[in-house]
């Protein structure tokens, strides 16, 4: 045991400093444009590595930088990037959710809402909103992520449904009450109304944002039990 701890404290100094350098340069790279969207993205970094180990932020840049890409590629620019990235960050922590499925799923939102006029603060919102119902169900790590993944992918579509519905419904049963009870319909109708398409992302996000305050104080009641 002892010779294990002291292998992992000995981590090669060079290879972590030369992985630090490299996720600097691309983060560099990515803000060139813009110094205000370097200095969030920075931050962001920042604030993600702030908590981990040393092994964890070697391995923090490449995740870091692909959600930065994904980011770029569904909001058209680094600087709007930079500050999804920022509220991703915040809403995971708020959560308590995994970064790299909340990213996700606010890249998922973006798409989805694209011709709908919503805002990234929105968009966070029913990011927030949709993770925190899932640690009310208690979900676990691997059925939160995938509940996460179906829900986005079902939006971006632009229909919750079939296989989508299925999985939510199994381990987000918290946030399909709160479904039924925002576009007022008994819980039992939801499965037809997903049969037949009227589950729409606009009618799901609108839903998702009126529960926001019930969910907010449930999830604050959860957190302090």
Sequence with gaps: MAKNIEVVLKLDNQTFNRNIRTSGQAVDRFSKNSESSFNNVRNAFIGLAGALSVREIVSLS???????????AVTGSQEVAASALDLVRQ????????????????????????????????????????????????????????????????????????????????????????????????????????????LTAEVVLAATMDMADQVEADFSTKATT
């Design 91 to 198: 809403v995971a922590a708020d959560s308590r959710s995994d970064l790299s499925s909340v990213a996700s799923l606010f890249a998922d939102l973006t798409v989805a809402t694209q011709d709908l006029g919503t805002s990234q603060a929105d968009i966070a919102t029913a990011t927030r909103v949709f993770s925190q119902t899932l640690q009310i169900s208690g979900a676990d790590a691997g059925a939160a992520a995938g509940a996460i993944r179906q829900f986005g992918q079902a939006l971006a579509s632009g229909t919750l449904r079939g296989d989508e519905f299925n999985s939510i419904a199994e381990s987000n049963s918290f946030f399909m009450l709160q479904l039924a009870d925002s576009i007022g319909r008994p819980l039992g109708e939801l499965r037809e109304l997903a049969r037949e398409g009227k």
């Design 62 to 72: 490449d995740e870091f930088l692909n959600l930065n890409n994904r980011l770029v």
